[in-house]
């Protein structure tokens, strides 16, 4: 089923959720990695700037009420500097939060070293937490009452020791229950109206998956075994997969460069909870939530996203069943689109280097049709066509590019010399070539009219990868190599 984004974000204010789960602080040092110490292999971090942040159960409270949701934090810290900072914190950001402070226990801290946005070591200090499980559930049925949502927040440190019991309350109470999980074990989630694991948290539980149907089909005996609603694995660069007894549906990754993904989780459970408390159907708060974790993973760190951010990405986003799809996928949503009577249109190349001839022939392939898919070459089959100093860019970034254009609904990577097992395989109405090409060179041009598809040749020849990198070849940057330090 194809779902789109609304066109306007549903009222998070009338969201009240009640989040518990592992609370830490998050601890950034940031600095400039110039040298490499003479004692040890290591690069030598100066640093120059701090920040402490919310982190885990924390950071999903923060992220709703970014959004203008009311979030209420509930779970254990130290009794410490560390947890009267995070107090500090979640107070200035309107978050209300009730800590089970244990002076035997330190709250737990992650320590990353970031140098030019990238993490170089991260340092933890913990301890498994534990507290006196009748203050908590105590505290947790009052908090009940106040809320429309529970969102459980596991990151295996020891405050969800019981989550059965914290589910079997809420569902007692008419509060459905979210649950972001972690370990090898969901039968303590059971019960549980929806749950968020990550890809490897999914695999971990119901075996390996080959394929996007066998993704499916695992995921509903899940569900069914575990009696849970639906469930959204969350699956990086592929996007996320929504399923429920009924229906299934995949949301590409959107494109965008990926800095950090600290975090992301967090934001998706914040958001699908948010939206979902507020009134949204699931494939909404599902959109949404893969909106939003496109522009969590573009800060450094665990960072929030707030209503006006997402804003602005819905009002430049379109249907999010678009984007950097596999070839399944690809095929999957082609097929959807001829169920409704659209066009789909084709094309592939290279596009090591993004240029105007590029642009404008997309764009004129984008008008013929409903939907046009960009074939890509991967890396291995550039260098078999080009040698082996191309490609310039590597697959990853020549695919964000062009989803990045307005006029491109599916990019796919393939890795033959040429487009023709695709083409047998989505048997798009429209191959479409530049028009430095003539019909009879036109890969794939026969497979297409054979069913009945039609080929079209587009704009002139305006330039090439290949003639823009021979005019750049004098233009050449020296690598800064690090020196080695001398203290």
């Known amino acids: 089923m194809q779902y789109l984004l609304p066109k306007t974000l549903p009222d998070f204010s009338q969201a009240a959720i009640l989040v518990i789960g592992d609370i830490m602080m998050d601890r950034y040092w940031f600095g400039d990695a110039c040298r490499v110490s003479p004692e040890a292999p290591v690069p030598i971090v100066n640093i120059n700037n701090t920040d402490d942040r919310p982190g885990g159960a924390g950071n999903v409270a923060l992220n709703i009420s970014a959004l203008g949701g009311q979030a209420i ?34 709250t737990i801290i992650k320590l990353r070293v970031i140098s030019r946005r990238q993490q170089l070591l991260r340092l933890d200090f913990e301890k498994k937490l534990s507290a006196n499980d009748e203050t908590l559930i105590k505290r947790y049925k009052q908090y009940l009452k106040q809320v429309n949502l529970v969102a459980l927040s596991d990151y295996n440190k020891g405050t969800l020791a019981n989550p059965q019991l914290l589910i079997q309350l809420a569902r007692q109470a008419n509060v459905p229950v979210l649950v972001d999980p972690k370990g090898a074990d969901f039968s303590i989630y059971k019960h549980a109206n929806f749950i968020t694991p990550n890809f490897k948290e999914f695999e971990a539980i119901v075996g390996p998956c080959n394929s996007e149907q066998e993704i499916i089909e695992k995921g509903r005996a899940l569900l069914s075994n575990y009696q849970i609603d639906a469930l959204l694995v969350t699956r990086g660069e592929d996007g996320m997969t929504l399923i429920d007894q009924q229906d299934s549906t995949h949301l590409p990754a959107y494109a965008r460069e990926v800095v950090d993904v600290t975090g992301a989780g967090d ?77 789909i249109v084709f094309t592939n190349g290279c596009f090591d280097i993004l240029h105007a001839g590029h642009v404008l022939c997309l764009q004129m392939a984008k008008q013929l049709g409903d939907y046009l898919i960009v074939a890509v070459n991967t890396d291995e089959s550039v260098q078999k066509l080009k040698g082996p100093s191309r490609p310039i860019n590597h697959l990853q970034h020549r695919m964000i590019v062009l989803a990045g254009l307005g006029v491109v609904d599916w990019v796919v990577p393939f890795n033959d010399n040429t487009p023709e097992r695709l083409l047998h395989l989505i048997q798009p109405d429209l191959l479409v070539k530049g028009g430095e090409y003539q019909l009879h060179e036109v890969v794939g041009a026969d497979i297409v009219r054979a069913y009945g598809g039609e080929v079209r040749l587009l704009g002139d020849k305006i330039s090439s990868s290949t003639s823009i990198i021979n005019r750049m070849a004098d233009a050449t940057t020296a690598p800064v190599d690090m020196a080695v330090g001398d203290d």
Not at 80 to 93: V, Y
């Open 73 to 106: 934090l509930l779970g254990i810290t130290g009794n410490d500097e560390a947890a009267n900072l995070l107090a500090e914190q979640l107070s200035a950001a309107n978050v209300q939060h009730d800590f089970c402070r244990v002076d035997s226990l330190s």
């Open 267 to 343: 934001t998706v459970i914040a958001v699908l909870g948010t939206a979902v408390a507020a009134g949204a159907s699931l494939p909404i708060a599902a959109a949404l939530a893969n909106l939003a974790a496109a522009l969590a993973v573009s800060k450094v760190g665990a960072a929030t996203v707030s209503t006006p951010e997402l804003q602005v990405s819905l009002s430049n986003s379109t249907n999010f069943t678009t984007g950097i799809v596999n070839e399944e996928q690809l095929i999957q949503a082609v097929k959807q689109a001829k169920a409704q009577g659209k066009k």
